[in-house]
């Protein structure tokens, strides 16, 4: 039986994706750090197993009709875990942000800055005192009537919406239409309405045409459905919705952002001429604080509206005072630079995390364990500090912190260390130790060991003569104000500075034109993909000649198979109940769409019949099953396939499946598989390579292998220029810019460029002490 009072979370027997029946105990109210190399299972276990577990157990205990949805997107593969807290992700991987979400919305200081506007502000010689609802966009209180608080108005055209007129509605004129059986259904309800629906469009009266394409009306009728081929249905009544209507609807209520995204197509976007874009109505607008509109003070950075004036009354000064202290974090963790109406999807991963953390520290929940997915990314080490005191206060408020970091100080600040390894996929799986860090220097196979004990400083090395010169700028764009920077070409360039100080904004003018050389690439950690259609093999290439393959094996001769039917992209050996994607999409109340496994085919994605063909004993579905080391044996004597593959291995990812979905690899993940697609295409002069921070996700290990790789290109000629934190790769580049020497309006200018070792002794740059502790 459990004892309440022990004070472990102790998991027995964690089978999910590598974990190889995984036994480990882990002290509640601790900050404990998972360790391990890309791939070895980390996430797995703090994230798949833990997280997972307790979500599971919450659903069950809040909702009745979980279980049957719990049970369809699968509990974790795991024995038996007690004294296991109820659990607070703050990781970003797979969120959808919503077009209304904002660094106000995501911390809750909008609510606060309302609550003062709405309590304290000044309003105009008898006016009402507003309430606070009526200073927010989002809700019908406050938003601007004409816009409906988007601050955007989108308009359609008929040439937006009917592309190519010469198309009767039968043959798809109305390409905002949905497809499959909903957009049968308004052309049907059109035909039972008395429209010709076989005419070319153009050829339709006028009125009709505007009718169709923009009534506000909805009428029903009774629909006598034409038989389709093998389907009989009853006539039924249905409800007309104007094309407009249609794409209005979907572009601001969908769950769904593919359905979003096709929407959007057909819509242009201008700034709301009643509210200038400030998305609320009149009424609020005329209300202020120190003199600016709510408006204006959402668009001040943090740092800014910090400082703003306490106002006379008392109630002013207490409203003032909370939102300082609201604030106080999110500028501790370094994000000082953000204003309030910024959109989070133009946040990065580590940007949303951290707000997410800074939060956290006024949620007031106790007895919960947080678990977090590398919250260091995207943080200059000056920052580290206070990443480390924001997750100890978090713990002293009686919580636990379970973190998956590869960054060096902060396994050093924690209380216990999980490591996983030894090394990545089947590779990997096993817990090598689990305790406070001194003890993981005695415990040989761990690849963290090495890094987090050995402090020797990194060996000198002979500085790359450039090549040429790439003038970028006079850049004025975000808080560059006529930056002017000069990249060395031929040699490898690190970009530093602290989180908002421009590296990105700066980096993002290099283009093809600007850069004059042969190719620019820019190597980022977008995913591949985004449905499970996409996948390893698809991306690299590789599984063309797989198929090919398939198509020439005796067997599928014999049936007539060609190279298509061994697609699970198009139909004919693909799986219909999937079409191919191998799982069907479930979705979550209140929760981002999940992935469960295909009822008729379990994921193999292809119909019976194709999965009869083999190709030295294996059929397709068992080739994209098997991990990128496994058929590089398999693939030996193809050629084609075995240079893909040889450069993944190169890379480190040797542990992937060939066909894992794009949508379960992360950042790092896609970035190294975009990398390894240009490692195979073969130097065809010369070519720039971009990445931002592409250190993201991986363990030092990984970090060696990937600045082998990257050293390499700039040794056969090439340029790489990246965004970096890691002092390691900061320290082993050719050529260091330093923005700064702060975050937003504090930062935008160059505080020094050179080789590392004369970077580091410049003062005043914020990099430079981090830089000089590491070559030293
Ligand atoms: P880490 O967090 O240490 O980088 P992960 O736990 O993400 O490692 O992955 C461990 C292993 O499990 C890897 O081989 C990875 O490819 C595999 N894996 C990760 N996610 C999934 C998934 N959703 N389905 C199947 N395998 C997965
Ligand atoms: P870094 O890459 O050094 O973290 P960025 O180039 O992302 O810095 O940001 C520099 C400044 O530009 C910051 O003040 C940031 O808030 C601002 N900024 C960056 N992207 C956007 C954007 N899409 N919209 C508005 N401001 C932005
Ligand atoms: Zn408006
Ligand atoms: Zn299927």
Not at 115 to 137: K, N, T
Not at 316 to 331: F, G, N, Q, W, Y
Request: aromatic letters at 6%; a neutral charge; charged letters at 20%.
């Amino acid at each position: 039986m459990h004892d309440p009072h022990d004070p472990y979370v102790r998991v027995r027997g964690a089978r999910e994706h590598n974990l190889r029946g995984v036994d480990v105990d882990i002290p509640r109210d601790v900050l404990a750090v998972f360790t391990g190399v890309s791939g070895s299972g980390k996430s797995s276990l703090a994230f798949g197993t833990v997280y997972a577990e307790a979500q599971r157990r919450y659903f069950e205990s809040v909702a009745p009709y979980a279980r049957r949805l719990i049970h369809q997107v699968g509990a974790p593969k795991v024995g038996e875990i007690t004294g296991l807290p109820p659990a607070v992700s703050l990781q970003q991987r797979r969120s959808a942000p919503t077009s209304r979400s904002s660094v106000g919305t995501v911390t809750n200081l909008s609510n606060s800055l309302r609550m003062l506007f709405s309590r304290a502000g000044d309003y105009p010689p008898g006016a009402e005192r507003l309430d606070s609802d009526a200073f927010s966009p989002n809700t019908a209180a406050g938003a601007c009537p004409e816009c409906h608080g988007l601050g955007q108005v989108h308009r359609t055209s008929e040439e937006l919406l009917v592309p190519d007129p010469s198309l009767s509605i039968r043959d798809g004129a109305i390409a905002a239409w949905p497809g499959a059986w909903q957009g049968k259904n308004l052309r049907d309800i059109l035909d039972a309405l008395g429209h010709d629906v076989d005419r070319p469009w153009r050829e339709l009266p006028a009125e009709q045409r505007e009718w169709i394409l923009f009534t506000d009306e909805q009428p029903v009728v009774t629909v006598h459905p034409v038989r389709d081929a093998d389907r009989i249905q009853r006539p039924y009544q249905g409800t007309y919705m104007s094309a407009r209507r249609y794409v209005m609807k979907t572009f601001s209520d969908s769950r769904s952002a593919t359905l979003r995204a096709k929407a959007e197509r057909f819509l242009t976007a201008a700034p709301c001429p009643a509210c200038g874009g400030s998305r609320l109505r009149p009424e609020a607008l005329a209300v202020t604080c120190a003199g600016r509109t709510i408006a204006e003070l959402a668009a001040l950075p943090l740092l800014e509206l910090a400082g703003l004036p306490h106002g006379a009354s008392e109630t002013a000064r207490v409203l003032t005072e909370d939102l300082r202290s609201r604030i106080a974090p999110v500028v501790e963790l370094g994000l000082g630079y953000l204003s309030l109406d910024r959109a989070t999807p133009t946040l990065s991963a580590g940007e949303l995390q951290r707000l997410r953390l800074a939060t956290q520290l006024r949620s007031g929940l106790f007895g919960v364990v947080y678990v977090l997915d590398e919250p260091s990314a995207g943080l200059h080490p000056a920052d580290t500090e206070a990443l480390l005191s924001v997750l100890e206060r978090l713990k002293a408020a009686g919580n636990s912190v379970f973190v998956v970091e590869h960054h060096l100080e902060v396994m050093r600040g924690a209380d216990w260390l999980v490591d996983v390894g030894p090394r990545a996929g089947e590779h990997g799986g096993q817990v090598l130790y689990s305790g406070p860090p001194e003890g993981l220097a005695s415990v040989r196979e761990s690849a963290t060991a090495r890094f987090l004990f050995d402090r020797s400083p990194v060996p000198e090395r002979e500085v790359r003569v450039p090549i040429g010169q790439l003038k970028i700028g006079p850049v004025t764009r975000h808080n560059l104000r006529g930056v002017t920077a000069e990249f060395p070409l031929g040699v490898f360039t690190a970009v530093t500075g602290v989180s908002g100080s421009g590296k990105s904004t700066l980096i993002g003018e290099i283009t093809e034109e600007s850069a004059g050389v042969g190719r620019l690439v820019c190597v980022d950690q977008k995913p591949i993909g985004r449905t499970p259609r996409s996948n390893l093999a698809t991306y690299t290439g590789l599984f063309d000649v797989v198929r090919k393959e398939f198509a020439a094996t005796g067997q599928a001769r014999e049936r007539g198979y060609g190279v298509g039917r061994f697609s699970f992209n198009v139909a004919g050996g693909r799986c219909e109940t999937c079409q191919g994607e191998g799982f069907v999409s479930v979705e979550l109340l209140f929760l981002p769409s999940t992935y469960a496994a295909c009822p008729d085919c379990g994921g193999a994605r292809y119909n019976p019949e194709t999965l009869e063909v083999t190709y030295r004993g294996r059929n397709i579905a068992q080739v994209l099953d098997l991990t990128v080391e496994a058929a590089a044996g398999f693939f030996a004597d193809t050629p084609a396939v075995a240079r893909s593959l040889g450069t993944l291995l190169d890379v480190g990812l040797g542990y992937l499946r060939l066909g894992q979905p794009a949508t379960e690899l992360s950042g790092g993940e896609a970035q190294r598989i975009k990398l390894a697609s240009e490692l195979q295409r073969g130097r065809r002069g010369h070519t720039l390579y971009l990445l931002d921070e592409p250190t993201t996700g991986l363990h030092p290990a990984d970090v060696e292998v990937l600045m082998r790789q990257l050293h390499g290109l700039v040794d056969a000629g090439h340029t790489v220029i990246v965004v970096e934190h890691d002092m390691s790769v900061v320290a082993g580049a050719d050529w260091v810019i330093d923005l700064g020497p702060g975050g937003g309006d504090a930062g935008g200018r160059i505080v020094a460029a050179g080789p590392p070792t004369e970077v580091a002794r410049v003062t005043g740059s914020a990099t430079a002490p981090y830089l000089a502790r590491t070559l030293h």
